[in-house]
């Protein structure tokens, strides 16, 4: 019933919203100027092309230049042919995307409301030939904002109809996404509008090619960064352990590979009795216990630092720009967290064997670094368990 009285209020608002532009567009009729109709139908076709040529920067940034184009079809042609290019754009949207002539309708509608509005806006300030200086920019900018807000308000009613939120919750929502965009391609608009004040037609065509060529570099450009984040993603999916989380052996390997004069100190920890465990509990308890270490140990680092699953049960941590005293200060919260852990199918604690080693203090050499932090990690060990150990080049490491 509540997805049922949605859709109706969808409905009704859609199809006042076409009511409302076949009426004002009457009411509004300005006529179709002479010797416009090379222009208009010159910035139909090219306000076609960029419509289907958006950018999709990232999942809250969609740039797309079709904005361009619409100011100076309104100082060109005025409301009316501003309005039917309007329903032509719609229609051309909605036949491209499948969509169902409601919606198409609606988008019509939408877009030549919005269009009357900044060609009356333009018209109410001057518009260019009869404003100079300053004021054609004023007059230029302000009808292009109000067919911004326009557009967006009245798409945002349809949308916050769906969501089932209110319309300016929504409007805030798509103007944070999309405000960039927008303003950047209403003030290209704006230099268009001036460059086809100054030379006419041929200003129109080389600037429609200008245009064309841009969009076709933005798409590129998109395609390449969108290849990039998938490779990037790809290479972190490669150094990602899939059951804890944590960066895995090949992550570390990497790092050995690269030589750094990087100021860190490294953690080596390894799960104490961890085979008794799985003997005792199983080994789905077992990847529990290994999770609960990752997320403890993520919880006492800093953001910059790394947690790497060495294998099995080790693990070692990666403290950048940080000495060995302030390593054994991050290695007793990891304790302190691990001791706080509590589970009832649990009998016994979680506690773990702790080396730390620090570079350049005790070595330059990653590799060595890393061999004696294991070294570290195994004097715990012989400690009794439980404990933290400093490597300091000696057996007795204390």
């Known amino acids: ?11 009704r ?62 100082y060109l042609t005025g409301v009316t042919p501003s309005m039917l290019v309007s329903v ?25 409301l919005s269009s009357m509005a900044g060609a ?25 904002l109000v067919y911004i807000t326009c557009n967006i308000g009245f798409v945002c009613r349809i949308g916050a109809i769906w969501k089932g939120v209110s319309w300016w919750t929504q409007f ?17 608009g704006i230099i268009f509008t001036f460059f086809v004040k100054g030379y006419g037609f041929w200003g129109l065509a080389a600037f429609s090619i200008l245009l064309v060529n841009l969009s076709g570099l933005l798409k590129a450009a998109a395609e390449v960064s969108a290849e990039r984040a ?32 990087e100021k860190i100190s490294l953690l080596f920890l390894d799960i104490d009795d961890f085979a008794v465990f799985n003997n005792t509990y199983g080994h789905a308890e077992g990847d529990k216990v290994l999770k609960k270490l990752v997320e403890t140990i993520s919880a006492n680092v800093r953001e910059g630092d790394h947690v790497i699953r060495y294998g099995g049960d080790e693990f070692v941590v990666f403290l950048k720009e940080m000495d060995a005293a302030g390593a ?6 990891i304790a302190r967290g691990l001791a706080a852990l509590d589970d009832p199918k649990w009998k016994q604690p979680i506690t773990v064997s702790i080396g730390i080693a620090a570079k350049p203090e005790q070595t330059t050499d990653k590799r060595e670094l890393l061999l004696f932090a294991d070294q570290a990690m195994y004097l715990a060990k012989d400690a009794g ?12 490491s204390a």
């Open 1 to 11: 019933m509540q997805a049922r009285d949605v859709d109706c209020r969808l409905k």
């Open 13 to 74: 608002n859609m199809e006042a919203v076409i009511a409302m532009a076949a009426i004002l567009g009457v009411v509004f009729y300005s006529g179709f100027p002479r010797g416009t109709w090379l222009h208009l139908l010159a910035l139909m076709v090219l306000q076609v092309y960029l419509q289907g040529v958006s950018v999709t920067i990232d999942e809250r940034t969609v740039i797309s230049l079709g904005t361009a184009a619409v100011l100076p079809t309104l």
């Open 88 to 112: 032509i754009l719609g229609i051309s949207d909605g036949v491209r995307h499948r969509k169902e002539w409601r919606r198409t309708a609606f988008n019509s509608a939408q877009m030549a």
């Open 120 to 144: 009356l806006t333009f018209e109410y300030l001057g518009g260019l030939s009869e404003a100079s200086g300053l004021w054609q920019i004023v007059a230029a900018t302000c009808a292009i």
């Open 172 to 188: 805030r929502t798509v103007i944070m996404r999309g405000i960039y965009s927008s303003l950047s391609s209403g003030f290209i």
């Open 230 to 261: 998938l490779r990037q993603e790809l290479e972190k999916e490669l150094v990602i352990d899939e059951m804890t989380g944590a960066y895995n052996f090949r992550f570390l390997n990497n790092w050995l590979s690269r030589p750094s004069d």
């Open 328 to 333: 054994k200060r991050v290695a007793d919260r």
């Open 385 to 396: 368990k439980d404990t933290i150990r400093m490597w300091d080049g000696t057996k007795d």
